[in-house]
C-alpha cells in the first residue's frame, strides 16, 4: 500500500512539474515574440527605438509590479486558482497587443500582460515549494527554468515566419492560442492538493516571529546579492528583448533568417543551463567566482559580436554569449541562496528578483534611447557590458567576504 501511495506520490510530482514547464515555456513564447516583431512594429507604428524601447519595459514594470502581491495571491487563493487567472489573463492580453493601434494603448496592454504573467510565476514557485521536499525543490527549480531558454530558440523561427505570411498583428492573436490550450491542461490535469508527507513550515526569524523585509536588509550580502541581479537583468533583458532588432536593423538580415540566427543564442543559452550548472555542483566553493567568470566572457562575446564583420561571425559571438548568460542563473542562485540562513531564503529571493526587475525595465528603454540619439547599437552593447562587469565585480566581492568568513570559522 505505501509501495502504490509512493509512486502515485511521484507521478504527481511529475505531472505537476512538466506542466509548469510547459506553462514556462508559453509565457517566454507570448514574452519574447514582440522581440521579432520589432523592426515591423516600429515601421508600422511610427515608432522610435526608444519609444519601443519604452513599449518593451512596460512589461517588466507591470512584472515587478505584482512580484510581492502574487506570492500572496497565491497563497490566500491557491496556486492552481491562480496559475489559471493568470494564463487566461495574459493569453488575452498578448492577442491585444496585435489589436491596439496607438502607442499608449499597446503600453497599457503590454503592463497588463507583464501583471498577467508576473502573477504565474509566484503561483509556479509556490506549486514547486508545495510538492517537492526541500532536499528536491533545487533540481525541480532547475528543470523547468530551463524553459527560459527553449521559449525564446522556438520564437524566433516560428514567429518571423508567421509576420512573413500574414503579419505582426496576426502574430499576437495566434500566439493566443498556446496559452488558452495550456490553460485547459492546467484545469485537467493539476491536482488541487499538494503531494501527502510533504513537510510545510512557517519561515520564522530568529526571535521566533515570521521573517520581513527588516531581518533581509540587515544581511550586507543580500545587498551585494541584490544589486548583482539588478545589473544582470539589464544585459538579460536587454539582449533577450533587442537582439532580434539589431539583426534586423543593424545587419540587415531578412525577417526569415533573423528568426533562425536569433533562435541560436537560446539554445547555446540551453546547453550553458546544463553544463555550467553541472559545473558549479562539481566545485561549490568556488560557484560565485564561476558565475563572475561567466558575466565576464559574456561580455567579451558580445563586444566580439558588434565587432565582427560577418553575420556568421557576429551569430557565433552572439551564440557564445547565450551560453555564458543563460549558464549563470543555475550556480547564481545556488550561490545565493547559501549566503542566507535558511529562515529568510523565501523572502530573500522574492527581494533579489525585485532588484532583477528593476534592471529589466531600465535596460530597453536606455538601450533604445541610446539608439535613437546615436543611430547605433554601439552604446546600447556597451550599456549591456557595463552591466555584466558591474555584477562581476559584485560578485567577487562576495566571494572575498565568503573566503574571509570561512577563514574566521
Same mark, same amino acid.
Given at each position: 500500500?505505501?509501495?502504490?501511495?509512493?509512486?502515485?506520490?511521484?507521478?504527481?510530482?511529475?505531472?505537476?512539474?512538466?506542466?509548469?514547464?510547459?506553462?514556462?515555456?508559453?509565457?517566454?513564447?507570448?514574452?519574447?515574440?514582440?522581440?521579432?516583431?520589432?523592426?515591423?512594429?516600429?515601421?508600422?507604428?511610427?515608432?522610435?527605438?526608444?519609444?519601443?524601447?519604452?513599449?518593451?519595459?512596460?512589461?517588466?514594470?507591470?512584472?515587478?509590479?505584482?512580484?510581492?502581491?502574487?506570492?500572496?495571491?497565491?497563497?490566500?487563493?491557491?496556486?492552481?486558482?491562480?496559475?489559471?487567472? &493568470?494564463?487566461?489573463?495574459?493569453?488575452?492580453?498578448?492577442?491585444?497587443?496585435?489589436?491596439?493601434?496607438?502607442?499608449?494603448?499597446?503600453?497599457?496592454?503590454?503592463?497588463?500582460?507583464?501583471?498577467?504573467?508576473?502573477?504565474?510565476?509566484?503561483?509556479?514557485?509556490?506549486?514547486?515549494?508545495?510538492?517537492?521536499?526541500?532536499?528536491?525543490?533545487?533540481?525541480?527549480?532547475?528543470?523547468?527554468?530551463?524553459?527560459?531558454?527553449?521559449?525564446?530558440?522556438?520564437? *524566433?523561427?516560428?514567429?518571423?515566419?508567421?509576420?512573413?505570411?500574414?503579419?505582426?498583428?496576426?502574430?499576437?492573436?495566434?500566439?493566443?492560442?498556446?496559452?488558452?490550450?495550456?490553460?485547459?491542461?492546467?484545469?485537467?490535469?493539476?491536482?488541487?492538493?499538494?503531494? !501527502?508527507?510533504?513537510?510545510?513550515?512557517?519561515?520564522?526569524?530568529?526571535?521566533?516571529?515570521?521573517?520581513?523585509?527588516?531581518?533581509?536588509?540587515?544581511?550586507?550580502?543580500?545587498?551585494?546579492?541584490?544589486?548583482?541581479?539588478?545589473?544582470?537583468?539589464?544585459?538579460?533583458? @536587454?539582449?533577450?528583448?533587442?537582439?532580434?532588432?539589431?539583426?534586423?536593423?543593424?545587419?540587415?538580415?531578412?525577417?526569415?533568417?533573423?528568426?533562425?540566427? !536569433?533562435?541560436?543564442?537560446?539554445?547555446?543559452?540551453?546547453?550553458?543551463?546544463?553544463?555550467?550548472?553541472?559545473?558549479?555542483?562539481?566545485?561549490?566553493?568556488?560557484?560565485?567566482?564561476?558565475?563572475?567568470?561567466?558575466?565576464?566572457?559574456?561580455?567579451?562575446?558580445?563586444?566580439?559580436?558588434?565587432?565582427?564583420?560577418?553575420?556568421?561571425?557576429?551569430?557565433?559571438?552572439?551564440?557564445?554569449?547565450?551560453?555564458?548568460?543563460?549558464?549563470?542563473?543555475?550556480?547564481?542562485?545556488?550561490?545565493?541562496?547559501?549566503?542566507?540562513?535558511?529562515?529568510?531564503? &523565501?523572502?530573500?529571493?522574492?527581494?533579489?528578483?525585485?532588484?532583477?526587475?528593476?534592471?529589466?525595465?531600465?535596460?530597453?528603454?536606455?538601450? @533604445?534611447?541610446?539608439?535613437?540619439?546615436?543611430?547605433?547599437?554601439?552604446?546600447?552593447?556597451?550599456?549591456?557590458?557595463? *552591466?555584466?562587469?558591474?555584477?562581476?565585480?559584485?560578485?567577487?566581492?562576495?566571494?572575498?567576504?565568503?573566503?574571509?568568513?570561512?577563514?574566521?570559522?
Amino acid at each position: 500500500m505505501n509501495e502504490l501511495m509512493g509512486q502515485s506520490n511521484k507521478n504527481q510530482k511529475w505531472t505537476m512539474l512538466c506542466l509548469m514547464w510547459l506553462t514556462m515555456f508559453v509565457s517566454y513564447l507570448d514574452r519574447v515574440n514582440i522581440a521579432v516583431a520589432g523592426p515591423t512594429m516600429m515601421h508600422d507604428l511610427n515608432m522610435s527605438p526608444w519609444i519601443f524601447g519604452s513599449v518593451l519595459s512596460s512589461f517588466t514594470f507591470g512584472y515587478a509590479l505584482i512580484q510581492i502581491p502574487g506570492g500572496y495571491l497565491a497563497d490566500k487563493f491557491g496556486a492552481k486558482r491562480m496559475m489559471l487567472i &493568470a494564463i487566461i489573463c495574459w493569453s488575452i492580453f498578448t492577442g491585444l497587443t496585435g489589436v491596439v493601434s496607438s502607442v499608449s494603448l499597446l503600453i497599457a496592454v503590454r503592463v497588463l500582460f507583464g501583471i498577467g504573467e508576473g502573477i504565474a510565476l509566484g503561483a509556479q514557485f509556490k506549486l514547486v515549494a508545495d510538492y517537492f521536499s526541500s532536499e528536491e525543490r533545487s533540481s525541480a527549480n532547475a528543470f523547468f527554468l530551463t524553459a527560459l531558454a527553449i521559449g525564446p530558440a522556438f520564437v *524566433g523561427p516560428i514567429a518571423a515566419w508567421i509576420i512573413g505570411l500574414t503579419g505582426w498583428r496576426e502574430l499576437f492573436l495566434y500566439f493566443t492560442i498556446p496559452g488558452l490550450v495550456m490553460a485547459v491542461l492546467l484545469f485537467k490535469f493539476l491536482p488541487e492538493k499538494p503531494v !501527502a508527507g510533504v513537510v510545510h513550515t512557517e519561515i520564522l526569524n530568529k526571535h521566533g516571529s515570521k521573517a520581513g523585509w527588516k531581518d533581509i536588509v540587515t544581511y550586507p550580502t543580500v545587498w551585494l546579492l541584490f544589486f548583482t541581479y539588478m545589473f544582470f537583468n539589464i544585459a538579460f533583458w @536587454g539582449f533577450l528583448l533587442w537582439i532580434p532588432s539589431y539583426l534586423s536593423l543593424a545587419r540587415h538580415i531578412e525577417l526569415k533568417t533573423m528568426g533562425f540566427y !536569433a533562435s541560436m543564442p537560446y539554445i547555446f543559452g540551453f546547453f550553458g543551463m546544463i553544463i555550467l550548472g553541472w559545473l558549479g555542483n562539481k566545485i561549490m566553493k568556488h560557484q560565485t567566482s564561476l558565475v563572475a567568470v561567466g558575466y565576464l566572457m559574456t561580455g567579451f562575446a558580445l563586444y566580439v559580436a558588434f565587432t565582427q564583420e560577418s553575420a556568421l561571425g557576429c551569430l557565433a559571438a552572439l551564440s557564445c554569449a547565450g551560453f555564458f548568460l543563460y549558464g549563470g542563473f543555475g550556480p547564481f542562485w545556488a550561490t545565493a541562496q547559501d549566503q542566507i540562513p535558511d529562515e529568510l531564503r &523565501a523572502t530573500f529571493s522574492g527581494f533579489v528578483n525585485f532588484g532583477g526587475q528593476i534592471g529589466g525595465f531600465f535596460a530597453p528603454i536606455v538601450v @533604445g534611447a541610446i539608439v535613437s540619439f546615436t543611430g547605433s547599437f554601439w552604446g546600447g552593447f556597451l550599456f549591456l557590458i557595463s *552591466g555584466l562587469i558591474l555584477a562581476a565585480g559584485m560578485l567577487f566581492i562576495l566571494q572575498i567576504l565568503s573566503a574571509r568568513s570561512r577563514i574566521l570559522r
